[in-house]
């Protein structure tokens, strides 16, 4: 009975001092469009930083659309940190219009020529840049320098924070290259439904070739899917992948087709595009650097 009533009487001083906490403003609430922003924040925050990623792991934020609970989220954020490049949609249209928090655009520093254009994209631009990692040393950079100028007592500890994290994804990279380079030069080729992964690709050696272009809004059909077929029982391509935010249905067909001809195709995991995982071997940046590669890895090899 003393354990109890000792561990209600810590409960409310706990909730109490919380409550105090955030009525006195000593919190900063900070909104985070995905679960990949979030996570560059968590690891370079203060520990007075409360960090909330609007998108749930899995959601697809091409065609993402802002709930009324998203929109209070937004509303009650002192800074809202969104990717840019197109790749929101609806969210962005939300951002132009609300005043009072510190909007950060990670894409502003972006240097031009790492982009990838796409033409099939409406926008022509690859929004996938957090698999280029110059780019999202860009972006973290970007996050820290805003942060600092608009809480210069705690730029101190985020210019540390981002240092450390900038030597572990360093250190992830090493290996990720490591992983990619075990495959056999010709045996490089990712195929998977949208085009999320050519910035991996590009930063670590490996093509890729999909039905859709950059955006899951860009439209696919027979064509898209034949074409393809004849591609991967031409190059016999041993697996294709599918992704974590997108319906298997279309590789799917395309694994029937390839059987039609003649040619048995393995369907690959679900490979991390435009979101985390929720498994505790993806569900960090730094692990879905490696879960991808690995899972590449083990099915082209």
């Known amino acids: 009975m003393r354990k109890v ?3 209600l009487l810590l409960f409310s001083l706990t909730a109490c001092l919380t409550k105090s906490k955030k009525e006195n ?19 370079i925050a203060s520990n007075e930083m409360q960090i909330i990623p609007l998108l749930k792991t899995g959601i697809d934020p091409h065609v993402y659309k802002p709930s ?33 928090p510190l909007i950060i655009n990670v894409s502003q520093n972006y240097s031009q020529d790492l982009i990838i254009r796409d033409p099939s994209f409406p926008a022509s631009i690859d929004p996938h840049v957090w698999f280029d990692l110059d780019l999202t040393r860009s972006a973290i ?13 705690f730029k101190d500890e985020l210019d540390s924070n981002m240092q450390a994290y900038f030597s572990q994804i ?15 030069e010709g045996q490089r080729t990712v195929i998977t439904t ?10 670590f050696g490996f093509n890729v070739k999909t039905l859709q272009g950059a955006s899951t809004v860009s439209e696919f059909g027979l064509k898209e899917i034949t074409g393809l077929v004849d591609f991967i029982v031409d190059q016999q391509i041993p697996a294709i992948f599918l992704e974590n935010i997108i319906s298997p249905q279309a590789m799917i067909s395309v694994q029937k087709g390839c059987k039609a001809k ?16 929720d498994k505790e071997d993806q569900n960090t940046y730094t692990d ?14």
Request: proline letters at 2%; one cysteine or more; a neutral charge.
């Open 288 to 301: 879905m650097l490696l879960f991808n590669a690995r899972t590449i890895a083990e099915y082209l090899r």
């Open 170 to 184: 360093n250190n992830v990279a090493k290996q990720v290259k490591s992983i990619i380079s075990s495959i056999p």
């Open 262 to 277: 003649g040619f048995e195709v393995k369907i690959g995991p679900e490979l991390l595009s435009d979101s985390l995982g």
């Open 68 to 100: 009324k609970r998203d929109l209070d989220i937004l509303r009650s954020a002192d800074v809202i940190i969104y990717h840019g490049l197109h790749l929101e949609g609806k969210i962005i249209e939300v951002l132009k219009k609300m005043e009072g």
């Open 141 to 153: 950079t970007t996050i820290t320098q805003n942060l600092s100028a608009e809480y210069p007592q």
């Open 5 to 7: 009533l000792l561990y």
């Open 25 to 43: 403003g000593n919190t900063i609430k900070i909104v985070c469009t995905t679960s990949i922003i979030s996570d560059w924040v968590v690891n």
């Open 194 to 203: 949208h085009d999320a992964l050519s910035y991996f690709g590009r930063s």
